[in-house]
């Protein structure tokens, strides 16, 4: 049925010169990335990419049909494209970066990121291959909506009825909570609002239902950007102070301790002596001088005893 129609599109555009419709050109997309999408080999490449380069993979951006309004050649939103932004340091690979990496976009340049969510029957067979995207590495970096699932009565009847998982027509900005029919404006009713008289109100939304929209930012793959501390980010759990007993790590911070003082040992060993010199008490011929002479006029001669702070 695509092929006709896209057979008629083009012999329509020809005879009649009219350009193409938005649903004929959004058929020729869908047409087209099913194409790619065939010509894909069925095996993956066991050689990996040099580090720094960007892997482009036009089948995983979203069509121009969608709403995107990103490049063509890169959709950033897609894990096999993340590419570090900056030179990563010694010991630190793409995962690493990945796990670490904070939010510089605007949170409105974010949410054009969407990726619908789709449904589909469980793999057959055990052990079941975990979903890629989201995935670094193996490790998962950011939560992406699992299509794999199966569907139960109770799910099925949310996805058909509740305004909040009717995905075609889902928006970032304007949404719904489970099973009402109320669309709510975000972020502006999940925050405290203030009244013409100047009087504050808790957000129209409760914590109950912001969550459960949180959840629909989930399933449609983007990141919840109205959290207090998005833009400011986390440590991460490996790069705490280790908790435990001193003797399983104070070897090992000696040791950096010592590899680092080392990098200025010979600064360090001219002080020490210059300390020494100071420390040491006069002698007889300096203080016969500095009796008969005073301090004025033997200043330049006789050295100034310093004595270390206690």
């Known amino acids: ?46 050689r990996s990419p040099p580090d720094g380069a960007v892997i482009c993979r036009n089948h995983n951006r979203p069509a121009a049909s969608a709403g995107s309004i990103f490049p063509a050649q890169l959709y950033p939103g897609h894990p096999h494209n993340f590419t570090p932004l900056r030179p990563v340091q ?23 990121r969407q990726i619908t969510p789709r449904y589909g029957a469980e793999c057959p067979g055990t052990p079941r291959r975990e979903i890629q995207d989201g995935l670094v590495a ?22 058909n009825t509740w305004q909040s998982r009717n995905w075609a027509q889902w928006s970032p900005h304007r949404c719904n909570v489970r099973g009402s029919r109320r669309r709510y404006r975000i972020p502006e009713d999940i925050a405290p609002y203030r009244d013409e008289l100047g009087e504050w109100h808790p957000p129209r ?72 010199r100071e420390v040491k008490r006069l002698s007889w011929v300096e203080s016969i001088v500095l009796e008969f002479a005073g301090d004025q006029l033997a200043a330049p001669y006789v050295r100034q005893r310093r004595l270390p702070k206690m």
């Open 1 to 46: 049925m695509l092929c006709r129609l896209a057979r008629g599109s083009r012999r329509f555009a020809s005879v009649t010169s009219k350009p193409l419709t938005g649903a004929e050109r959004g058929a020729l997309e869908r047409h087209e990335a099913s194409e790619q999408l065939r010509n894909l080999p069925q095996q993956l490449q066991l």
């Open 138 to 159: 193996g490790i998962r970096v950011r939560p992406v909506q699992n299509p794999f699932v199966r569907l139960k009565p109770a799910q099925r009847y949310r996805l």
């Open 205 to 276: 939304v409760s914590g109950r239902y912001k969550a459960d929209i949180e959840k629909q930012y989930y399933m449609n793959s983007l990141p919840w950007v109205w959290s207090n501390d998005y833009f400011q980010g986390k440590q991460h759990f490996m790069d705490r102070e280790p908790r435990g007993l001193k003797r399983w790590f104070k070897r090992e911070y000696r040791k950096a301790q010592i590899a680092e003082a080392l990098k200025r040992a010979d600064t360090m060993i001219e002080e020490y002596r210059k300390e020494r």
């Open 90 to 112: 010694a010991g630190f690979a793409a995962l690493d970066r990945a796990v670490r990496d904070v939010a510089w976009e605007s949170r409105f340049d974010l949410l054009q």
